[in-house]
């Protein structure tokens, strides 16, 4: 059954940590492989902004991936994430290593998974949530199903989300656009280019 919207912002309104999936969250789930046999992986620039966006609304964002690669430290690198945790497929224990160290209580991360691996942690967070794609036990687990899918704005989506319960998100979106005279970013609003 759906969150109903009050308890979504009193919960939201609690949240310390945002922390995500890789595959199949910030990407598509698919895997592309280089003709020197490197994998890529492909990123949304607007989930990109939504990570810049939740940590000036007061949330500390991080990833819990399946997965390790030198392109997506390279990404997670250019968000500026708080807490990067790759190459754990159990992730069960990697939350509770993740929880020790950084002193977070469950009820106060919110997490988005989509695949089973994410089970164990979409069932002690503080508030869940599935891109649309995900598979169904994911979808019948979460509090919330997302409409974007995985790699197509679903972290933006939930950004939006989080954002809007909590309250922030129009200030946000004033302080983005210079509307207040107090830029949200300091800096580009995306990584520069290299040279």
């Known amino acids: 059954m759906p969150l ?3 308890e979504l912002r009193r919960r ?7 922390l995500l999936d890789v595959d199949g969250v ?9 003709g020197g046999g490197e994998r890529l992986k492909v990123f949304h620039v607007r989930d990109g902004l939504a990570v810049r966006l939740a940590q000036r609304g007061g949330l500390k964002v991080g990833v819990l991936s399946g997965r390790a690669s030198p392109g ?8 500026g994430l708080d807490a990067m945790i790759t190459g754990r497929s159990d992730k069960a224990r990697a939350f509770a290593e993740f929880l020790d160290r950084h002193g977070a209580e469950p009820g106060r991360v919110a997490y988005a998974g ?3 691996l994410d089970l164990p942690v979409l069932e002690r967070v503080g508030l ?6 995900a598979v169904a036990e994911v979808r019948a687990a979460v509090d919330r199903v997302l409409a974007a899918p ?16 909590r309250g922030s998100w129009p200030g946000l979106i004033d302080r ?17 280019k290299e040279p």
């Open 26 to 34: 910030f990407t598509d789930g698919r895997l592309y492989y280089g």
């Open 4 to 6: 109903e919207d009050a």
């Open 150 to 165: 995985g790699g197509g704005g679903a972290v933006r989506e939930l950004v939006e989300l989080l954002l809007a319960a």
């Open 128 to 133: 869940s949530f599935a891109p649309a794609d």
């Open 12 to 18: 939201a309104g609690r949240l310390g940590w945002l």
């Open 114 to 116: 989509d695949d089973l």
């Open 176 to 192: 983005l656009l210079e509307r207040s005279g107090e830029p949200v970013l300091e800096g580009p609003i995306l990584e520069s």
């Open 72 to 79: 997506l430290s390279r990404r997670l690198t250019e968000l």
